[in-house]
């Protein structure tokens, strides 16, 4: 009976034992979801999702998004768990226009916005009633304006959001026109000069060099680009260990790769 009993006990232990094992592995193997913006910064964090597999056991999944509208929708409804696409400005806009709480966990880089154009080489060829194509979306269209602002070729009522509403001083009667960010790169067949982001410039290989106008790091601060998680998600310690795989050397010579030169590592 005492062995019946000492064989019955070994076998619950190693029942136990195999099951404890199994609830090890798969707590350990987590999967992450991210959204990114343009096939560059999916070859990125590509990079980093075998890194961050290798090092942490972190799975990493990639949603690759067309447009600046759905990442954050997606992150809003748990539909990933982390996006990074966005700069603060675009981040603090969004979160005020649709009551979201979404925060900056790490920076990633900075595109510097452009003045760019197939018919002319230098803004003083503008003439008067010309057509600049700038982004439809508030945040991007605001920034557009503020960099023609600063090229002098505008004037806004505003510090704010603007759009082309808030212009009170055009000497040459601009005609401002607006398309999606992803299409100002096309607008440019059709425009005298179209205000560019980065990514877009890039993928149309279009290099930094030819803006007519951009900006620059040290007074562009709030359009460094950053990976953004849910409030109530930034101390996942998780979402830290992908920050972390991010902000490498690894990924600043991919960065100036994939890139060309038009982004510029910010952390």
Known sequence: MKSKLKVFSLVTVFLGLIIFLTGCGQQSTKIVRIGVVGTQDESIWKEVAT???????????????????????????????????????????????????????????????GIYSKKISKLSALKVNDSIAIPNDAPNETRSLNLLQSAGLIKLNTSGLATAKNIVKNRLKLKIVTVDAAQTPRALTSVAAAVINGNYASAANIPLSQALYREHLKNGGQYINLISVLKKNKANTTYKKIVKAYQTTATKKAIKKLYKGSTLPAW
Not at 97 to 112: D, K, M, N, S
């Open 51 to 113: 890194s961050v597999k290798q090092k942490d056991n972190i799975t990493l999944k990639i949603t690759t998004f067309t447009d600046y509208n759905q990442p954050n929708r997606a992150l809003a409804s748990h539909d990933i768990d982390l996006n990074a696409f966005q700069s603060y400005n675009f981040q603090d806009n969004w979160n005020k226009e649709h009551q979201t709480a979404i925060v900056a966990l790490g920076r990633t880089y900075f595109q510097p916005l």
